[in-house]
């Protein structure tokens, strides 16, 4: 009954609320009356550490998760993926009637704080949840379950077809990566609409939608020169080094490849004579005298793009600059693929507007697009090219990856009823 006035209340709240059905309402105001539990459940999870690498953490949280969405008609299996040197995966699904789209809810499990952080317990300050993971990633499956939760009280879960995937790696993903993402890659295939729960976009007080991401891929450039007297530098036969070599190449690549939402950061660099970098690719060891024309040089750093044909023209240009070769020295360019990019299509746009149809009905100002260059890759980019797909559906926060990572409570239920709506809606939608 309390939720029913609670319903009719919302329903009469003002001219741009009128617009929400009986059941949305409903949700709406179920939302609102499980705040608590929700925020409940949330510092549970905060409070089991689950580090990338503690594998035993992320099985927890997942078995810790699994009678959540039991309860909620979901079938759970937990997937193991040996081969990856990481916990696995958690998949839901929700059989509806099968007419209606297909949703992929998708969000992550494991955080950056491992079990050695002395970051690893939940606190409040006023408005304000502080904790490790708190709102990257456990705020947003908080936001899922709250939603579905107010589906299935309305009486709006029983015909949607749901699958949810929580990764157990997205913050340090496996390798091979197409082992790591296969079942994530595979939902995105069944699906007719992946929402990604990650934070929400937020600046100046203002919510912004975010329908594309830029892709997070990693390219090593290694130089060779004639070692020699540096006294020989310059001249026909010892020609420039190895060092002058990999700083003509980048410096091209600084003035002739940066254009919007395309960045290639320089995250270590050395040469000399020796210089190896090691088989993970974050440490290189040099050495070298003042009198002697470096043999090598390694550089590696990360490659951003917008669109899978923005990413191929900066490699053709890359690899371009460095075959324009310095006298006496010799260069190689390899890529590897970790992450791909969002791209903003039409139909990650037309997702938005239906965020923005709910936003309206609830008497919610309009969301525009997040621009991409403030935004990190995520796993929705794995499935953005076979579903659209809408990014950030997850609650508000900040200082992520970092102690004192915290979140905004209030948008745990803000996030959850918009989230509730537009699946209740798509889910009515024929395929």
Known sequence: MRLLLAACALLAASPAAAQLSRQEAAMAASIDADSAGTLTLLERMVNQNSGTLNLAGVRA????????????????????????????????????????????????????????????????????????GVVD??????????????????????????????????????????????????????????????????????????????????????????????????NAETGYGAIYEITRILDAWRAQLIEENLTFNVGVIGGGTPATIDKDGVRIEASGKTNVVPATAIARGDLRSLTPEQDAAARAKMQAIVAQHLPGTAATLTFQDNTPPMAPTEGNRALLARLNAANKDLGLPQMAEFPPAKRGAADSSFVAAYADTLAGMGPSGGTLHAEGEWLDIPSIALQAKRSAILMSRLARERR
């Open 137 to 234: 990633d456990k705020g947003g499956i908080a936001v899922i379950l709250a939603a579905l939760r107010a589906m299935q009280k309305a009486g709006m879960l029983k015909q949607a077809d749901i699958k949810v995937v929580l990764t157990g790696d997205e913050e340090k993903t496996g390798d091979p990566i197409p082992v790591a993402r296969r079942d994530l890659i595979e939902a995105g295939k069944w699906a007719d609409v992946a929402l990604e729960f990650e934070n929400l976009a937020r600046e100046n007080g203002q919510d912004f939608g975010t329908v594309a991401r830029r892709s997070a891929n990693n390219w090593t450039l290694a130089t060779t020169g004639r070692t020699g007297h540096g006294g020989g530098i310059f």
């Open 61 to 132: 949280m997942g078995a810790m998760l699994r009678p959540e969405f039991e309860a909620l008609g979901f079938t759970v299996e937990w997937i193991e993926l040996p081969e990856t040197k990481r916990a696995g995966h958690f998949v839901a699904t929700h059989k509806g009637n099968g007419r209606g789209k297909r949703l992929l809810l998708i969000a992550h499990i494991d955080t950056v704080f491992e079990a050695s952080s002395p970051f690893q317990k939940f606190s409040r300050e006023g408005d304000k949840a502080i904790g490790p």
